[in-house]
C-alpha cells in the first residue's frame, strides 16, 4: 500500500516519516531558550541528520517566533519547514503562511482540543464549533500550501465517535497528514494502537493521507506509545532531540531511531536518519539550552555503552555483542578518546575538530584553538571530550555578554575577592568585589558589571573527564519573573568554568526577555 503526498510523492508502506519539534515544542521546555541563530544554526544540523519535517514554531506568538521560523524557511532546502497555528486563529494561519512561504518545501500544521475535558474548560466551546473551525483552518491554510497537517490536541483522551468526525472533516477540506496528540501523556501502548486502527477503519478518506503520532512523556512512555502507534498505522513521528518538551518531555528522536535499527524484526520500517550523527546532535542541542542529559540516558548518555561489572566487561572483551545490542560507532561514539597534546598544531586542531563533526568557521576555530592550547599547557592528557567541552563554550552565540578574564585571590585567612572583565555589548568593563568565597565574589562581580534580578536557583559544578587536572563543567540556574534558564561553562579553572556558566544564563534570560508567550499552550 502505498499514499500519494504533496511533500513526499509515494510514500511507501514501510517509510516513516520522520517530523522533529525540537524547535517548537521542544523549546516550550521550562528554562529553554534560543536565539536566532542558534535556531537556524539547529535547522541546520536537523536537515543534515536526515529529518524529514522541522517545526520550526509558532509563528503568531511574537515577532521573534516570526522571524526566526522566516529565517529557517529562506535557510532549509531540502526538509519540509513547517509553522504552528491555531485551526480557529485566522491570524495564525496568515502568520504561519507568510513565515514560510519561502521554503521549498513547506507545511501549515493548525490544531485545535477536541476532548470533552479541554472543549469545556479550555475552549469553552460545543462540538459543533468545534467542527466548525476545524474545516476553516484546513481550508484557510491550503491558501498557502498543499501541505496541511491538523492535529487533535488531547486526542488520546477524545471521545472516539467525535474523533472520528474530526478527523474527516480535517481531510475534508484539505489536511493532507492527520496527527492524534497524547498531549498530556496519558494514554498506554495498547490504547494508542488501538485508536489509530480504529481511525483508518472507520474514517471516509483515511487510506489518502498520513497519520502522525505525537507523545509526551508523562508516564515515560512516549517512545513506547510511538512505536505503538506505528504498529496501528501512523507513519509520521514527531519527536524532539534528547526528548526535550513540555513537562517530562516528548518522545525521544535518537531512541525511537535506534529502536527501529536495532529491531527491524520487529519494526520493520525506514527513515532517512544518519545515525553516526545522532551524538553529536544531542551534544549541539545541550550546548545551545545548557541542559546536559543524564548519564544514563539511552543512546546519548556517557554511560549508554559503560561496562563496570566485571561480568559484564569480561564478555565486551570475548564479544562486545554480549552487552551491546548496537555499536558506539553506529550512533556517533569514538572508540579512542586520547588526543591532541601541547605540541598539536592548528592542522592536527582543524582535523581534530572536523572528526568530531563540529564545522566552524576560521575566527571561531582559531578562538577555541588558543584556548585549546591553554588547557595542554595545563593538563597532562587532553580528551575527546575535553576539545568538545571548550569547543561548545566558545562557540555559543553570546549576544551581549562575554566572558573576558577573571583573577581571584581566596583562602581561608581572607574574604575572597574577585577582579572581573566582561564585554557588554561590544565594551569592555570590569569590577572588582569581595565575597563569602571565591564563587560568591565573582557572581557579585557579575551583578556589579551587568545588574539584573535574576535570582541563583541551581549551581552544579562536574568533571568533563577523571583526574585532578580535568576541566570543570558548571551548570547555572537563573529565574527571574518566573522565566527560568539554564546555562553552562567549562573551564580547567572551576572558578571560571563557573562564571562562563553564569554569562551563558544571563545571555539566554535577554533571549527570554524580549520572547512573548503564546496565548495557548499548543500540542
Known amino acids: 500500500m502505498t499514499i500519494s503526498h504533496p511533500s513526499f510523492g509515494t510514500v511507501a508502506d514501510d517509510r516513516v516519516i520522520i517530523f522533529d519539534t ?53 535557510t532549509v532546502r531540502e526538509a519540509v519547514v513547517c509553522g504552528l497555528a491555531r485551526s480557529g486563529g485566522k491570524r495564525d494561519i496568515e502568520a504561519a503562511g507568510e513565515a514560510i512561504a519561502k521554503a521549498p518545501r513547506r507545511r501549515i500544521h493548525n490544531f485545535i482540543s477536541t476532548s470533552p475535558l479541554h472543549m469545556k474548560y479550555k475552549l469553552r466551546m460545543e462540538p459543533e464549533t468545534v467542527l466548525d473551525l476545524i474545516a476553516e483552518g484546513n481550508k484557510a491554510s491550503r491558501h498557502f500550501t498543499d501541505d496541511v497537517q ?57 487510506e489518502k493521507v498520513i497519520f502522525s503520532t505525537h507523545n509526551h512523556n508523562d508516564l515515560g512512555l512516549a517512545v513506547a506509545n510511538t512505536l505503538a502507534a506505528v504498529a496501528g498505522g501512523a507513519r509520521q513521528i514527531e519527536c524532539t532531540i534528547n526528548g526535550i518538551g513540555e513537562r517530562a518531555g516528548n518522545a525521544a528522536l535518537e531512541e525511537i531511531v535506534m529502536a527501529i535499527r536495532t529491531r527491524r524484526d520487529k519494526i520493520p520500517f525506514q527513515n532517512r536518519i544518519e545515525t553516526p550523527r545522532l551524538l553529536g546532535m544531542s551534544r549541539l542541542l545541550a550546548n545551545i539550552t545548557g541542559f546536559d542529559v543524564q548519564p544514563n540516558k539511552a543512546i ?79 593538563k597532562k592528557t587532553v580528551f575527546d571530550d575535553d576539545i568538545r567541552a571548550l569547543v561548545d563554550d566558545e562557540t555559543r552565540d553570546h549576544d551581549r555578554i562575554r566572558f573576558v578574564s577573571l583573577d581571584l585571590a581566596a583562602g581561608s585567612k581572607r574574604p575572597a575577592e574577585a577582579e572581573l572583565e566582561l564585554q557588554v555589548d561590544g565594551v569592555a568593563k570590569s569590577a572588582k568585589v569581595t565575597g563569602n568565597g571565591p564563587v560568591d565574589a565573582a557572581f557579585k562581580a557579575i551583578g556589579e558589571i551587568f ?73
Not at 45 to 65: N, R, Y
Request: charged share 25%; hydrophobic share 40%.
Open 22 to 74: 525540537t524547535l517548537r515544542d521542544g523549546e516550550q521546555s521550562p528554562g529553554f531558550s534560543m536565539n536566532l541563530e542558534e535556531k537556524i544554526r539547529m535547522a541546520k544540523a536537523l536537515e543534515e541528520l536526515g529529518v524529514d519535517v522541522i517545526e520550526a514554531g509558532f509563528p503568531v506568538a511574537s515577532p521573534g517566533d516570526f522571524e526566526s521560523v522566516q529565517k529557517i524557511a529562506e
Open 150 to 206: 491538523w492535529s487533535a490536541e488531547d486526542g488520546s483522551r477524545t471521545e472516539p465517535d467525535f474523533l472520528c468526525r474530526c478527523v474527516e472533516t480535517a481531510i475534508r477540506h484539505g489536511a493532507t497528514t492527520i496527527n492524534i496528540p497524547d498531549t498530556v501523556g496519558f494514554t498506554t501502548p495498547d490504547e494508542l494502537q488501538a485508536i489509530f486502527t480504529m481511525l483508518r477503519e472507520r474514517v471516509p478518506g483515511a
Open 300 to 378: 546519548v548518555g556517557r554511560n549508554a555503552f559503560a561496562h563496570e561489572s566485571g561480568i559484564h566487561q569480561d564478555g565486551i572483551l570475548k564479544n562486545a555483542a554480549t552487552y551491546e545490542i548496537m555499536t558506539p560507532e553506529s550512533v556517533g561514539w569514538s572508540k579512542t578518546s586520547l588526543v591532541l597534546g601541547k605540541h598539536s598544531g592548528r592542522a592536527a586542531f582543524r582535523d581534530k575538530l572536523k572528526s568530531l563533526g563540529y564545522a566552524l568557521p576560521d575566527e571561531k576555530i582559531q578562538d577555541a584553538f588558543e584556548r585549546f592550547k591553554a588547557l595542554a599547557d595545563q
Open 451 to 523: 545588574p539584573h534580578d535574576a535570582v541563583l536557583e541551581l549551581f552544579s559544578v562536574g568533571a568533563v573527564t577523571e583526574g585532578t587536572d580535568a576541566q570543570a563543567k558548571t551548570t547555572v540556574r537563573l529565574q527571574e519573573g518566573g522565566k527560568m534558564v539554564d546555562g553552562q561553562g567549562a573551564d580547567a579553572d572551576t572558578i571560571v568554568s563557573a562564571v562562563r556558566a553564569y554569562v551563558h544564563a544571563l545571555n539566554k534570560l535577554m533571549v527570554k526577555r524580549t520572547r512573548a508567550e503564546p496565548e495557548a499552550l499548543p500540542v
